[in-house]
């Protein structure tokens, strides 16, 4: 049984990347960046790296220090390199989908990892192919490259800009060239990426704690609509977009990004506390205790202890050992699932009002069972908090969330929730909260509010004969 | 590079057990249980079981999930089984030291498994070689089941009390033979056992936390001194020592068994957050945070920030995803090892006063390199405050510690840690303290006093030619 | 170590291909089919099936059995199927070179499976990257697929035809679409391909005995230049390229095939007998015994022992057991290598004339090891004879031979070779008696005769900064 | 499923060891003896080893070069070692009866290797159980080690030679300490064990090809009832065992051994080829061809055709990659198991009067799928001899066969089992055929006349209420 399945009721990132240049050991650097990294994706991980004469490719489904020995390590050369981990929505982790993707061309060899999700993909997919174009992944990366490779312009980077105006959504992306490092960002800045020195060389990541791993330095944000390029003679900067309102994805500080991450200057865990004081402002409720739902609730139980004076407890443990797979009893035991990963601390709850905070609800199925959890250790009332707003979309810009339909929040009101999932009460914070908990404007917050800054093109061809290739 | 050598620098326990009689499935609920017991040993597990008519025993080097599978599940048949879990100490983590041991002997068949250490160990395996037996492994347990074979006593449980009569030192253990299960607890009652039912049946644990996962109710905790025998007439009781002086592990309570866990009437997460707050009166500071080294500190930090008001924060971040090897970059990065498995949340520290709380100092490694990391953050001060007293002796009940040369507080006064460790201040909790923290007397406290309660045997004949079998 | 290196000293078939269209179990039957073709490649297994509406892929490096397991198999569905073995040149074996290659284009999917060599492959792909393909892999048969995907023509047997049309060299390929099987034979007819039927359906394969394990008939062979098309409505046939001079690979008959095959009505192991009788006759010598070296000389030492009179005994033993790798012991055992794969059975050689039989020398060095072997068991003399002439030339249609500096033969005399072997005397069979063993003209003979009937294209295009992609 | 429950009708040898002193590297040494020995145990491999301070031992399920790798034979230290490989039983293929065996006992480390079958192991079994023994396997060596440590002898071969005293059957043991090496020999000599030397050291194996492979020189024969000890002070012999007739089994000659071997001065290749021309005097017949079942039949048919001028063919292939389990198509496909181990050569076989040579029929199973296939490639008649007598009783000397209920010819006449594998005729060599190929006396010919040697020992007491222990 998958552990998304049955543990993790939760929307998942997509992916993450990072890279260097100029750095000894740069795909060792790379792994361990892609360590830090390994909370935006579970199912593959990948690195690129080159000696200034050819690229040298690993990919593999797995975690990172199980997909990397020492041996692969040692056969990726050179001193720049990307990487890439991915997390795969359900039944398809497929190998060939893994990145970096690698090419050869005719003007070289070129790898690219991407974080995001390209709406105009289909479109863009069926035109290549009608002009002789061949797909050997269902990643809507591969579009990337084919462009990059029929581009007319005479440099790397101008045939990457060249390829990349032609997309439409959201990438946060990381080449590689035998001579130089390219990290850009969509002009809406859906996703992350962060910019960073590292001795003489540079290096870009998803998340800033990468950088803290190798002990590089964090210098700023890769801007939205910025093309970063580091080659032997440093670091430039080009801007080849057409400029568009800043979209940064709102739900990186609820949920996704670590809480030791800053992001657009805004601090994670200092946001997280915020939204719980928040919610408490909003949704105030008189209890003995505020435990979180570990970890991701941490933060913001914490704020909503700060704001009303209740105790702050770990009335939750989460267990370190729970894998991918667990062999269940054929006997029914009650909400197993959740037990794998989460105990409750019987003594602190028994005969107590208990808030619990959780940073969202998707399909409800998890929260319905840990307040039963609590309930069957004698909690007398259990409110529910949550840091955010009711999720009610999908998302199109690289986040794997459910269809609408098995969004809980899409078609039942805050109350049919709280019966749902047998809690006296449930509060959501509000979307002007979730706003002012991160500071201000220029956020994407379509999960929330269905408010989409780019659509999804629906233009495409449809006279294929057969379904997209399975790779088994 | 092992994770305990370089990330984890603690006393570790060196078992947990686990069984049920009377369950369908009862393997299957027993490697649940084992999960559950998983942070008591991560080197091997093993379960046996029985159908009534034999023993079916499975046991190898690995986590419980890696170490069982479907096909070894089913094949342990029987609605009776026991479970181990084991930590082992450096290079010695060889199969043939997996338990549970299972042996056939002249009246049937028995399998144990153990949590403890016996003391007298070594005089009692060269009088039993010296009446000819031979010794497959070097684990003290073999010592028991040669005693059991060799015991006069008709009845099963008659030969196992016979056989632990002669024993001593720390032994929580659970036999099974194909028409009972068997739980005994030594006199002293060094490690913890607990008793529980599951519908018609009856369950053993370590620790209660076992229980809750597969929804069966704790009943009591098995007595020092006291034998419980399940068979298919029920449960029934016998204390076949003499009654010696109440001597719990008082570590347990400090960092050995989960937050979750009540042992011996007494909540660990509660002890521990008194710990805090006795730390805090017996070493106050002023300060800006109060931060616990995740995840054993956090309940002791709680109990500091309540007893002070200095605002709790979770200022370490602790990674889901450290398995036991990495690979390291050549070249140095500082403190590289602690920094894979915690990381700072900068904002939060900068320029920051910080009392930083932890359960226990071993060598002082591993709280060097996070004071280290905390200044690289900004803090401006850094306060160590330990919830336990200085740890200067070494267990021999059952716990793995490095010789007294290597325990720092064995040759150093707290100023002299302070400075190695490069805290601003560092307090102990007194051994007073600890005391009251968990609600007074018969707990052993050897580690901190060296108050020995059963003296290590010391009349071992030598006369052997060559060293014990070496496993590969 | 690697068994080819230091156990095997022959030139190399790089792959073997095979099909069905129009039977249960389509995959299942396909991976038998690949289990008779193991010999023909070592390194990877593939297979893409289809159930009409789509394609499905699996493939990996290993042997088919570890390849493939119950799961991958069952993923594989649908009623047509076609599989592919692949051997790699030395440190090329990566997984990205596995075969069936499988995309998709403006029409559809289809996949491909290839045996041989693409002589204008490199002048294709420049042609292709100029045009803007991006290339995933260092195969030539990417080069196919692209050239299919690019082709106006309006079927994918016209587009299939189209591609090949402009390819030179040697390829037995077998095609799948979601629709059809296609397996088409280059005009010169290199490599075999045969042609059976599985109940209502066709099966194609590079050699018949795929077809005798699943109980399907031989048919045909597939003939130079002809293009097998399988769909719902039956098999048939078309001939899409310009005719050219027979040119089946002789060598087949020396040593790649199967003896239980025939290719081109001749069999294999009738040729070899015959090439044994030849030999005999153009180099006479009086012996007490012919011996073969297993298992590839046998039939052609008892075609020298028939032709003789001298009795044929089995004086080489070859171990089952010879894996790909091996703990080699550090100091110096003689002759290591040789010995794990062969040993001698002293009492026959022990003071004999004794002559040996195998197929070929490529460098000498597993000969000489040989011949050393059978003299320390006490032979008299040791007579090398060779089924084939002197292999002097590298072979650019899908063998893996070494470079012509490698080949003992191309820089020495029979005598230089006898002396460097420590023979008594070296015969090898002339190249008029190889092609009366093999019934006349037609066949390609360039490994011995440097005769290249397709020329290697060298106007390749050197523009490219960097060394192609490499896979770690 | 399991290759031998499908594609190897024989009786099959339980074990083979190997061993030596005073070399360095000997762990390695060993294991390529193991090596040469694989034929005669596929399931678990083992090595002791020891630096003359203390023993150290892996052991492990799988093939040699599965079970052992760089790490684990750096681990095995020392310059004296022995090992072991292991066939096992259907669905016994325990790890915890892998051997060597190795124990601590009162006077140090013992390890042992034991190919063969101890007759009254029970017997001796229930003694030491109800002396207070205990037992960790079901293996009857175990017994052995049991027996040592009670020996009130002085010296470590004054103990083996006391336990050993004690046990019937067939036994060919080697032992090992820290300061000696121990090969044994039972007093009947059932199963082979030879003498070499190796540079200043001596090495013991059950065949000697194992020799070969490290350029060791053979010295003779261990004898029956001889015990070589080799130590620091080099090699002596004792003969601690009274008398008994010569017993070795035939049966090696006939199938376990391999050819290349000569065990007891008789070159099993010439033994074997004797029994085919003898099979060819007492059952003549006219045909065409002779053929063997590769690779155990090779000898005996070559000798066929030498006493009969009957050309000698291989008329079958066997594969070389056929290894443990197979993926099997659920729709029926006549005689599979067999196809993917033997394929025909068809053009050899059609209209062809065919004699087809195999060493042993057990159940019939294999050779009824063999003659069916042969008359599938239009074989006109097809002539089954056997190079030895019917096998009608099982083993009780160390080799695994069926219950006598299995073994076809143990109720069925030579016409009936025609019929049943579908031959034209089947004709046996004659008991008197076989020893006289084997040159004269002393023999245990018991599988073929139920003349047993040594009776199997009854009175075993039967109070124990649980079966044995299961490895799972």
Known sequence: MNEDAFLDDHFHDQCGVCGGFGAEEAANLTYLGLHSLQHRGQEAAGIASSDSRQLFVHRANGLVQDVFTNEVIAGLQGDRAIGHVRYSTAGGGHIKNAQPIAIDYQFGSIAVGHNGNITNADHLRAELEAAGSIFQTTSDTEVVVHLIARSKEKTTVGRIADALRRV?????????????????????????????TFKDG?????????????????????????????DRTGMRTERPFEKKPSNMCIFEYVYFARPDSTLGGVSVYEARKEMGRLVAKEHPVDADLVIPVPDSGVAAALGYSNATGIPFELGLIRSHYVGRTFIEPSQSIRHFGVRLKLSPVRDLLAGKRVIVVDD???????????????????????????????????????????????????????????RYVTADTVGYLSIEGLHQAVRGGGYCDACFTGNYPVPLSTDVPAHKKSLPLVGV
Chains 1, 2, 3, 4 share one sequence.
């Open 202 to 230: 540079f290096v870009v990541s998803s998340e800033p704690p990468a950088f803290d791993l190798i002990t590089a330095s964090y210098l700023r944000d890769v801007e939205p609509g910025e093309m970063v390029i580091v």
């Open 168 to 196: 439409e959504g959201a990438f946060s992306m990381v080449f590689l060239t035998p001579d130089e490092l390219v990290a850009v960002r969509d002009p809406w800045g859906f996703r992350p990426l962060c910019l960073g």
């Open 360 to 418: 969202s609800i998707v399909r409800g199925t998890t929260s319905r069972k840990i307040v039963k959890m609590l309930r069957d250790c004698g909690a007398k009332e259990v409110h529910l908090r949550i840091s955010s707003p009711p999720t009610r979309w999908p998302c199109f810009y690289g986040i794997d969330t459910p269809s609408r339909r098995e969004l809980i929040a899409s078609s039942h009101s805050t109350e049919e929730i709280a």
